[in-house]
């Protein structure tokens, strides 16, 4: 069974930077690609990037692209999101997840972790 734990959040200034950590296991972690998502308060869960299982092809949504950088270690089983220049609109719960398909869309997504808070404070 797959497990996700992320890590990493937690409360920062406006222009901060932050490295989410998502911790894979139960499966072959390079078989899947990783997904990071984020939810706000009153808001639906949004698509912030992702990396293709195969090939490592790197996909953002336009909201971070530029200041986020995923990436992914096949030998630790883990990938990460790197947050630069944070803004108080990046505010939320942070998930990552895991799919058999290099997508995007939130529904082909098959496992979730619980998810990591970010704060930005202004």
């Known amino acids: 069974q797959v497990q996700l734990v992320e890590s990493g959040g937690e409360l920062v200034q406006a222009g901060g930077s932050l490295r989410l950590s998502c911790i894979f296991s139960?499966?072959?972690?390079?078989?899947?690609?990783i997904g990071w998502f984020r939810q706000a308060p009153g808001k639906e869960r949004e698509f912030v990037a992702a990396?293709?299982?195969?090939?490592?092809?790197?996909v953002y949504s336009d909201s971070v692209k530029g200041r986020f950088t995923i990436s992914r270690d096949n030998a630790k089983n883990t990938a990460y999101l790197k947050m630069n220049s944070l803004k108080p609109e990046d505010t939320a719960v942070y998930y990552c997840a895991a799919s058999w398909g290099s997508t995007v869309v939130r529904g082909h997504y098959d496992y979730w972790g619980q998810g990591t808070q970010v704060t930005v404070s202004s």
């Open positions: 990396i293709w299982w195969i090939g490592g092809t790197t």
């Open positions: 139960g499966r072959t972690f390079s078989s899947y690609t």
